[in-house]
């Protein structure tokens, strides 16, 4: 930056309050100089949710009033700025993000289209479902890929229960696409049918059948074959119906299209197939994928040396090779933490500034199958080289990983706090959402 900019506080907007998003802010917020610099965190919602637990909120096995952290309460405490509103352009000329209309559920304009300027920003929309252009996916399929869609899923199946309960149908949820998401979602609504028997006529309302389709020859295409195998086995065995190497043709009001012309009935369909970043990122004139996901360099550079795009809206392959990291909470968070390093130096540096490069270290990965087991495949790095975990010591993976971003967010005492206070929930209040 010039002198001029030097002379005044640097105008730092992060553009979505995912994991990457909201971790950036509360970093920089804390961190930052008033002096020096200014941070904003713009969203369309008005809270957050850890992406990985949508499907646990989806089945209202967890409370979403306990889960969420709101993101005026979170920006008083970390020292951010935080403006409601969903990006929809860009003038790069102005350095300003063009914000789209604010509207009642009636229609009625709160707050009109406005602009915010920057001088640095990083956009972490996150991504949505990407359902190929199937007809019939938007208009009756639910998604559950943010925190409102999830929350609508809930309620509708909630609604279900209760016709089940008086009028004695059973449901059938079809659930497309077998990644971490479809899979963990069917476990937890069996877990939701068997916590349901403790509240009598509901019990027999939630004896509802669940179908999981997956176009690939296997589930969890992302994880070891033996993973894919053993979840499958598990999923089965609670009574889960699994059929892979079907592709849905078309989304019905009442099931599912498959190629042979077979039709699997559904009450209600849950399109978790595929991964797409927002639309309007195309339209912003920097390079994107065929996704609409940002490219950007080793620094999470966009085209743009003053537009930074991390998690699942950004496109990053590693020197060497080939394809670009996944759409994962686990790069959302290393690039996040990559850039809580990188830009404060940015803003001191009076030149403009490289770092170091972005590096990635593979964790493996975890698929937890509500509170009857889970999986998990070990990194390659230091003294591990691959393999597997299962049962209790993945299932305590998982949770760490929740409570980890918690502690990022929070700090340690008041992030292990909140664990002492879901723990004792647990205890106290009903094991699935009833209001």
């Not at 509170?371 to 993945?394: E, H, P, T």
Request: proline share 5%; charged share 20%.
């Amino acid at each position: 930056m010039g002198e001029a900019q030097q002379d005044k506080a640097a105008r730092v907007v992060i553009v979505g309050g995912g994991v990457a998003g909201l971790e950036i802010a509360s970093a920089l917020g804390k961190l930052r100089d008033p002096h020096t610099a200014s941070v904003t965190l713009v969203d369309a919602d008005s809270a957050h949710v850890w992406k990985p637990m949508l499907h646990t909120i989806a089945a209202g096995t967890r409370d979403l009033a306990q889960q969420q952290t709101t993101y005026l309460a979170q920006a008083t405490d970390a020292r951010f700025a935080y403006q409601p509103g969903a990006m929809e352009g860009l003038d790069r000329a102005r350095k300003e993000i063009i914000l789209s209309a604010i509207c009642a559920p009636d229609g009625r304009e709160m707050v009109p289209a406005r602009r915010i300027g920057y001088d640095k920003l990083v956009i972490a929309v996150g991504s949505g479902a990407n359902d190929f252009g199937t007809p019939g996916v938007l208009e009756h399929c639910y998604m559950i890929d943010s925190r409102r869609k999830a929350d609508d899923f809930n309620r509708e199946i909630r609604l279900r229960m209760v016709r089940g309960m008086t009028e004695g149908e059973t449901l059938q949820v079809a659930i497309v696409g077998a990644g971490a998401t479809g899979v963990e979602l069917a476990a937890e609504l069996v877990q939701l049918s068997e916590s349901a028997e403790a509240y009598g006529a509901l019990g027999r309302a939630a004896k509802f059948r669940i179908v999981l389709i997956e176009a690939g020859p296997r589930i969890l295409p992302s994880f070891p074959e033996e993973i894919s195998q053993a979840t499958q086995q598990r999923l089965e065995h609670l009574g889960v119906r699994v059929l892979v190497g079907r592709r849905v043709q078309a989304a019905l009001a009442n099931g599912l299209l498959l190629d042979g012309d077979e039709v699997i009935p559904a009450g209600l369909s849950v399109w978790a197939a595929g991964v797409k970043a927002p639309s309007f990122l195309a339209q912003l004139g920097l390079p994107v994928t065929r996704g609409n996901q940002l490219i950007v360099n080793d620094d999470l550079q966009t085209a743009d040396p003053d537009i930074y795009a991390v998690g699942d809206c950004a496109s990053y392959t590693l020197p060497g090779q080939s394809t670009p990291l996944p759409p994962t909470a686990q790069v959302a968070h290393q690039q996040a933490r990559y850039l809580i390093e990188l830009l404060p130096k940015v803003l001191a540096s009076r030149q403009p500034y490289a770092g170091k490069g972005f590096a990635y270290r593979d964790f493996g990965a975890l698929v937890s199958l509500a509170n009857y087991d889970a999986y998990g495949s070990l990194g390659k790095f230091g003294l591990f080289n691959g393999g597997m975990i299962k049962g209790r010591l993945a299932m305590l993976s998982h949770i760490w990983l929740y409570r980890s971003h918690q502690a990022r967010l929070y700090g340690f005492w008041r992030g292990g706090l909140l664990w002492l206070v879901d723990l004792m929930n647990s205890r106290l209040r009903p094991t699935i959402r009833l209001d």
